[in-house]
């Protein structure tokens, strides 16, 4: 299956020839790496950063569809020990949100630094053989009909060109990647001039995530669970650059004016100023190049989804990627398509929840505060609002349109079913599709499945009651049901 090999032109340029290549070694990029490189595919991961210099510690939410993904991958447990469990959001002071009823292993959000994610990743797909090149940034791509070429600048300037089958750009907002697509980025900014700060606190909120606003401005406080809390403040009358310095008393005023009290913030060991845009790609495929996490799309924080919404972009794009390599796609076009046809609603219906979210928060007209109470309102008193919401953001509620004739549950999240093997997501951590039937039968393997009877790993229900037989996706949605 690898293309693996080494060239050196007369320039003194060398061509290295891989199966993948990833740019950019953010939590998208580093997820996706490690499934390709644990099936086997020769990848290479680039990484303008030098080697072990994290990402700043942007997102801190985990959210259980997250937590399942990462249980599929062996990594749940280890992230969960970091970071503390919140079942319970609380919006605009009248509206909670129950998290402790998600029909989930991970009733909860996990709050964590971005880094602890980064961390896990970033060893797995070490582990599992990816090359990682770091001070190595992409400065264009062309392609033609068997490959990608990549322009790269690695460490001390040297110039590098890596040829692969497909390429995947995980490089962040500013994707060079997509500008080399000659793709856009359409959309606008949603919200300025938010302050970010990690601080201690003396008089601690009781143990859930609290925001509140006056309209004019919101604070909003999460605990890391290690004595560290996570504020984020926006104020309408003080709109700035994002260069404009800020210091631990503008966190403490913005508090004040939303909550009412400051805390007792303390200690800051980081604050910065920040704004937010709306944006999307139109394509997140233009031939041999698939554009993934932020590079595809981005959104404003509120409901803590970009890293998540990126993190499953890769889950869904790197069992297609495989199928693809091994020659066991029956329509390879089809299937590497339908990663856009997927990911992309995925990735405009967070910007629609996330967007409507900030502007409840900044509503200030009286049109638009009335809008905010009706919302809140209707979320917090109505269950299948509330449901429908939760589901949404926790990921658990994000489907994908049924395959043709493929069964009533086609497209739906698999839940964490008890087999008799262990639990349907300890059965995905090969990597494979899992064929799961009643007792004493043995099925034979739907013609549409991109896959090899060889490799699946067949399951038995351990409710003898259930007759259904069914095909898990490795990315643990349903592909084939038998109704
Ligand atoms: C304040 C704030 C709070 C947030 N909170 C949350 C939250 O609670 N939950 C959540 O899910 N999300 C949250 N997010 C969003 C989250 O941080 C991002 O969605 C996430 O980091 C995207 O991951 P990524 O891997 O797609 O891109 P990135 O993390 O941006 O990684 C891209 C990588 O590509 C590298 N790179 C860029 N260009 C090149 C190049 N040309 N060549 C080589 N390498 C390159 C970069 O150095 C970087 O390492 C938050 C964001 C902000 C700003």
Known sequence: MSTTGHRTHEAGETTVDTDVIVVGAGPTGLLLAGDLAAAGLDVTLVERRPAGRSNLTRAFGVHARTLELLDTRGLADALEATGTKL??????????????????????????????????????????????????????????????????????????????????????????????????????????????????????????????????????????????????????????????????????ALARRALGTDHGMHDARWISRFHSDERQVPAYRVGRVFLAGDAAHVHSPAGGQGMNTGLQDAANLSWKLIAVHRGEAPDPEALLDSYHSERHPVGAMVLRSSGALVRLAMAHTPATRALRAVA????????????????????????????????????????????????????????????????????????????????????????????????????????????
Request: glycine share 10%.
């Open 376 to 483: 809140t309102t209707v979320l917090g008193a109505v269950r299948p609002a509330s449901a429908k919401a939760i589901g949404m953001i926790s990921g658990l509620g994000i489907s994908y349109a049924p395959a043709p004739g493929a069964g009533r549950t086609s497209g739906r999240r698999a839940p964490d079913v008890p087999l008799r093997e262990g639990r349907l997501h300890e059965l995905l951590r090969a990597g494979e599709f899992v064929l799961i039937a009643p007792d004493g039968a043995a099925p034979a393997l739907p013609p549409l499945a991109p896959t090899t009877a060889a490799r699946v790993v067949r399951a038995t229900w351990k409710d003898p009651a259930r007759r259904t037989t069914a095909l898990v996706r490795p990315d643990g949605y349903v592909l084939w049901s038998s109704r």
């Open 87 to 252: 079942t319970r959001m609380r919006l605009f002071g009248r509206l909670s949100l129950d998290l402790g009823r998600l029909p989930s292993r991970f009733d909860h959000l996990l709050i964590t630094p971005q880094y602890e994610v980064e961390r896990l990743l970033e060893q797995r797909a070490a582990d599992a053989g990816v090359t990682f090149r770091h001070e190595t940034a992409l400065n264009g791509l062309r392609q033609d009909a068997d490959g990608v070429t990549a322009e790269l600048t690695g460490p001390g300037g040297t110039p590098l060109t890596l040829r692969a089958r497909h390429l995947v750009g995980t490089d962040g907002h500013r994707s060079t990647v997509r500008t080399a697509l000659g793709l856009p980025f359409p959309g606008s900014s949603v919200i300025r001039s938010i302050v970010l700060a990690d601080v201690r606190l003396t008089d601690e909120p009781a143990g859930s995530l609290t925001v509140n606003g006056t309209g004019d401005s919101f604070t909003f406080i999460a605990p890391f669970g290690d004595g560290w809390y996570r504020v984020m403040g926006w104020d309408r009358t003080r709109q700035v650059p994002d260069s404009e310095p800020v210091d631990l008393e503008e966190v403490r």
